[in-house]
Nanobody, 121 residues
């Protein structure tokens, strides 16, 4: 069993940066791939990136590639989402999830409660 808690969301101006954290409880957290998703009002949940168990492998969709970076510290049971050059369209609730990895939310077994990110002009 893994429990995830996101933090670090808030209000930021366009072009700014924000780092989200995903803190996990559970001894076996390090074996899971971790993904980040976001959901804006009226839109479907969108994949924004994932990291493998070691942190050595990451992948991102084109919409955030070059702006978002995922890292993980298994010793601290924490995964980070560094977001740079934020755009208004990045406004959403951001979720971390642990599981088998990949682009699809159905591949993840555990989810956090989400943290709001709002990008203003």
């Amino acid at each position: 069993q893994v429990q995830l808690v996101e933090s670090g969301g808030g209000l930021v101006q366009a072009g700014g940066s924000l780092t989200l954290s995903c803190a996990a409880s559970g001894r076996t957290f390090s074996i899971y791939r971790v993904g980040w998703f976001r959901q804006a009002p009226g839109k479907e949940r969108e994949f924004v990136g994932a990291v493998n168990w070691s942190g050595g492998g990451t992948y991102y969709p084109d919409s955030v590639k070059g702006r978002f970076t995922i890292s993980r510290d298994n010793a601290k049971n924490t995964v980070y989402l560094q977001m740079n050059s934020l755009k208004i369209d990045d406004t959403a609730v951001y979720y971390c999830a642990a599981g088998g990895g990949g682009l699809w939310s159905t591949h993840y077994d555990y989810w956090g409660q989400g943290t709001q990110v709002t990008v203003s002009s």
